[in-house]
């Protein structure tokens, strides 16, 4: 009976297990791309976290002033919508205020920043994915 279970076994040994692709597109383990959290967690490290939820793709900052500028600050949500590596899996919101009397008055962000810091994170992400590809 062993013999006849050893030879089924062997029998399956003809086919090699398909090995698992890092690099793919779609790395699903947290629920969404994880070089596009990567990337995103890298790209606003900078700013403290209010939630990071991998699960949905959420990533939303605190106010952020930077030191020379300290009468602006600035507060960023990002958003992964897929668990594919593409640019339009990725949606980031900017808010700014001024400091004007001693309040927070709330003031336009400029387009070219958040687009700015989409491409950061896109840049970020494909660095990455070329590095597991590579090993």
Do not use: H
Request: aromatic residues 4%; hydrophobic residues 45%; glycine residues 8%.
């Amino acid at each position: 009976m062993v013999a006849v279970a050893c030879a089924g076994l062997a029998a399956c040994g003809g086919k090699e297990r398909p090995r698992a692709d890092l690099a793919a597109s779609q790395v699903t383990t947290i629920g969404v791309n994880s070089y596009l959290w990567r990337a995103s967690l890298d790209a606003v490290s900078f700013m403290p976290l209010l939630q990071a939820d991998s699960a949905g793709g959420v990533i939303v900052t605190d106010w952020y002033a930077n030191p020379s500028n300290p009468g602006e600050r600035m507060k960023v949500t990002v958003s992964i919508l897929d668990q594919d590596l593409r640019a339009d899996a990725l949606r980031v919101a900017a808010s700014r205020q001024v400091s004007q009397g001693g309040a927070w008055v709330d003031a336009p962000v400029q387009a070219a920043t958040v687009q700015k810091l989409e491409e950061v994170i896109l840049t970020r992400a494909r660095d990455l994915r070329r590095s597991a590809i590579r090993g």
